[in-house]
């Protein structure tokens, strides 16, 4: 199951192609907005997503409710691209009107200029944006239904905003709470303290970034190899997860706290009762590059947002001389945003293995398949 995205942020739409997913997978449109919407919501978001009212259009590969096992197509419309086209249009329009030469730090606009060729680093942000990221959560909105079908749950919340965090661990099904909450966050009192931080971050004209973790619950194990390096289910999810835009970290389990134990602290030990078991489960749910029947627990860190509408010190392409880099519009936070979005590229992924180790053109195969494993 493949995923091939393209769009621009202020172009006519951004689009997604999937390809592989089996036939007669029943798919609730009405679900796939519910997370475009969560996607757009929460609290920090900018101006943009009160323009956005983002919903899926699919072009091919389900008829009547039902995907056909042929690539299956789809469309979200930028509604800002009315206010755009005459700075984007394809067919011809005006460049020199919405141009960016003060590159801002942290953003692909120096790189990416310099890589393109570009004298104006529009021509770079409206791909680097991480709108595109709306695409990965349709999708991975259609990835879950794949994996629901097979018992398959994945959730998350905000762990950390900034410097603040919450200690507390939660069960699975306590952390489908976090999403009534305007930062996904669950513990209240943090949560107080982060809006708190983001409002003065904001009057500063500042950003700020967090800690996701994201879990996955009821996979079988044996998914994912210690065959081949390219194959390990962590490198596969890890992969998934830097690729999204601001994401500077990801851990398993005890993560980088495992570097710091001793191996007794560290290695979850095994019981039989009927079931291989563990006692604990600090590797987070892989152990050597496959799953272990365990929930898998993933945690990344998102770097602040690096459009700060106090601009930091940068130099402007055009002139050479040194300048405040451009501030645009910006979201102060999009913590709720990338758990969405991480918990959408882990079910794509996951998807992704479920289906090259179970193969099926339609859904009765694959079902029949995952429930005869042991
Ligand atoms: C985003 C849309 C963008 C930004 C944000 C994500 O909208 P605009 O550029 O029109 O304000 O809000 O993009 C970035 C953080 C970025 O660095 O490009 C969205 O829909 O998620």
């Known amino acids: 199951m493949k995923l091939t995205t393209a769009g621009e942020s202020h172009g006519k739409a951004l689009v997604g192609i999937i390809e592989g997913l089996p036939s007669n997978l029943e798919l609730n449109i009405k679900l796939i907005n519910h997370y475009l919407a969560l996607r757009q919501s929460g609290y920090g978001r ?22 056909l096992g042929s690539p299956l197509a789809f469309c979200i419309i930028n509604k800002d691209y009315g206010n755009w086209s005459a700075y984007m249009a394809p067919e011809g329009c005006d460049v020199s009107k919405k141009t960016l030469t003060a590159v801002r730090p942290g953003h692909a606009d120096l790189t990416g200029v310099l890589k393109y060729g570009q004298a104006d680093a529009r021509n770079i942000l409206e791909r680097a944006s991480a709108r595109e990221t709306a695409v990965r959560v349709a999708a991975g909105a259609i ?3 794949y994996l629901s079908v097979l018992g398959v749950e994945i959730s998350g919340y905000v762990k950390s905003v900034c ?53 996955v ?18 490198a596969i999810l890890c992969g998934a997860v830097m690729s999204v835009q601001a994401i500077k970290g990801v851990e398993i389990g005890i993560g ?80 709720c945003a990338a758990e969405i979005i991480l918990e959408s590229v882990v079910a794509t992924a996951l998807a992704d293995v479920v289906s090259q180790r179970l193969g099926g053109d339609n859904m009765k195969e694959v079902t029949e398949r995952y429930f005869a494993l042991r």
């Open 46 to 67: 900018g101006a943009r997503q009160k323009i956005e009212n983002d919903k899926i259009e699919i072009l091919s590969g389900v008829r009547n409710k039902l995907t």
């Open 143 to 145: 990835a879950r239904q």
């Open 163 to 215: 410097n603040i965090t919450d200690p507390n661990i939660y069960t699975f099904e306590e952390l489908s709470h976090a999403k009534n909450n305007p930062l996904f966050m669950l513990d209240g009192n943090a949560e107080k303290e982060a809006v708190a931080l983001l409002d003065k971050l904001k009057e500063n004209g500042d950003t700020a970034g967090g800690i996701i973790e994201i879990r």
């Open 217 to 234: 619950k009821g996979l079988k194990s044996g998914f994912g190899s210690c065959m081949q390096y390219s194959t390990k289910l962590d």
């Open 256 to 335: 980088f706290e495992a570097a710091r134990l001793a191996g007794s602290k560290v290695h979850d030990e095994i019981y039989y009762d009927g079931n291989y078991r563990r006692k604990t489960n600090r590797a987070g749910g892989i152990e050597g590059g496959m799953s272990n029947g365990e929930d898998i627990i993933l945690r990344a860190a998102m770097k602040p947002i690096p459009t700060l509408m106090k601009g930091l010190d940068t130099i402007d392409i055009a002139t050479k001389q040194s300048a405040k880099a451009a501030g645009e519009r910006s979201d102060v936070a999009a913590v």
